[in-house]
């Protein structure tokens, strides 16, 4: 098990940048593929991107492609996501999350540790 906990939310306005990370713990890190997902208000919670194991293979949703770059320092444990050119429909909580194995994953029920979530918020 993973234990997984986001920083960097926060409030910002439309065109601004962020970067969320993810600070992770667990005997299986380093054997984890680690995502990013977000739920908006009334929706579902959605892929935003992976990354895998050693950093080198990542995948985005097509709402954050170009925009969005999410990284990996296996020496610190942690996960990023910078955020650019933000749009008041990425605001929703993100969550990290991580899965054993090698294959990237778009689908949250393939992930088995979850964060307790980071609010981002961006205005118009």
């Known amino acids: 098990q993973v234990q997984l906990v986001e920083s960097g939310g926060g409030s910002v306005q439309t065109g601004d940048s962020l970067r969320l990370s993810c600070a992770a713990s667990g005997p299986t890190v380093g054997n984890s593929v680690m995502g990013w997902f977000r739920q908006a208000p009334g929706k579902a919670r959605t892929f935003v991107a992976a990354?895998?194991?050693?950093?080198?293979?990542?995948d985005y949703g097509d709402d954050v492609k170009g925009r969005f770059t999410i990284s990996r320092d296996n020496a610190k444990n942690t996960v990023n996501l910078q955020m650019n050119a933000l749009k008041p429909e990425d605001t929703a909580v993100y969550y990290c999350a991580a899965r054993p194995g090698v294959l990237l994953s778009t689908t949250q029920g393939a992930y088995t540790s979850w964060g307790q979530g980071t609010q981002v918020t961006v205005s118009s």
């Open positions: 990354v895998s194991r050693g950093g080198q293979t990542t």
